[in-house]
């Protein structure tokens, strides 16, 4: 029953492309969080400001 689902939900690429499209958004967001976070609070920075 579970794998004949599965296949059910591979013939319709609709489904699956937007999950995948929905993980690459939230993936690509949290990176860019992350970095953000890094950036402001890395006590290394050396910025100089002209």
């Known amino acids: 029953e579970l ?3 599965g296949v059910d939900n591979l013939q ?3 489904i699956v492309s937007s999950i995948v ?3 690459v958004l939230v ?3 949290v ?3 992350g970095e953000a976070i890094r950036e402001a609070y890395d006590p ?3 910025t ?3």
Do not use: A, C
């Open 3 to 5: 794998l004949r689902q």
């Open 12 to 14: 319709s690429p609709w």
């Open 21 to 23: 499209t929905s993980m």
């Open 27 to 29: 993936l690509t967001m």
């Open 31 to 33: 990176t860019f969080i």
């Open 44 to 46: 290394k920075k050396h």
């Open 48 to 50: 100089i400001y002209e």
